[in-house]
């Protein structure tokens, strides 16, 4: 009786924030702020605690994943640095962000386990600028899409790009990683995104 208790609660936690997010979260596009129903909504956080209060081990856990990944949309990561590589100078601009398109949603057998049916969420993309020895290299905007011919079909149907690193990679190359995984889910695989190797400087310099 707990458990039905306990999933009942959490499935009116989460219907509440879907139908919070989707008539309250904007895009900062045309000087709009977006709005956080997490915090602007004190009826959502009673409920919460409430919820947390009668939380199992796993329960606190799904919803400490859920909520950490609404966070995101919300959240961008910058990269703006400036280093040298086999004698020249990189700089690299780099810009994570939620484009809030509300283009992917995920089927039950993949979030049954929180008690929803369907889950709407948004891709994430990033915009790259590299400067080789102060010469512009590089300028696009990586997007799943890029890559959708080396993984499988759900990942391609479902997948978003998460947790960008720039990362120094043996065999003198610099490249962002990705996880491309299926929002909520342990699903997805790493993948790269080449920004220099020593072909590249050879035909630049």
Do not use: W
Not at 25 to 37: L, R
Not at 57 to 80: A, F, G, T, V, W
């Amino acid at each position: 009786m707990m458990k039905y208790y306990i999933t009942l609660l959490i499935s009116i936690l989460i219907s509440a924030h879907l139908y919070v997010g989707c008539k309250n979260v904007n895009s900062k596009k045309g000087g709009q702020e977006i709005i956080n129903p997490q915090k602007d909504n004190p009826e959502l956080n009673k409920l919460k605690g409430k919820i947390n209060s009668g939380f199992d081990e796993d329960s606190l856990e799904l919803s400490n994943i859920y909520n950490s990944y609404l966070q995101r949309y919300n959240d961008s990561i910058k990269i703006d640095t400036t280093f040298i590589f086999r004698d020249s100078k990189v700089k690299v601009d780099f810009q994570y962000y939620c484009t809030h398109d509300s283009s992917l949603t995920l089927p039950e057998k993949y979030i049954e386990v929180y008690g929803i049916k369907e889950f709407v969420t948004h891709n994430f993309e990033s915009s790259l600028k590299i400067e080789l020895n102060d010469k512009y290299i590089l300028d696009t905007i990586i997007k799943k899409s890029m890559f959708e011919d080396t993984i499988p079909i759900e990942l391609r149907k479902y997948g978003v790009l998460l947790y960008p690193v720039l990362t120094f990679k043996k065999g003198n190359r610099v490249e962002i990683d990705y996880s491309l995984s299926i929002p909520l889910t342990d699903v997805g695989r790493l993948i790269s995104f080449p920004i220099i190797n020593d072909e590249e400087l050879k035909r630049k310099r």
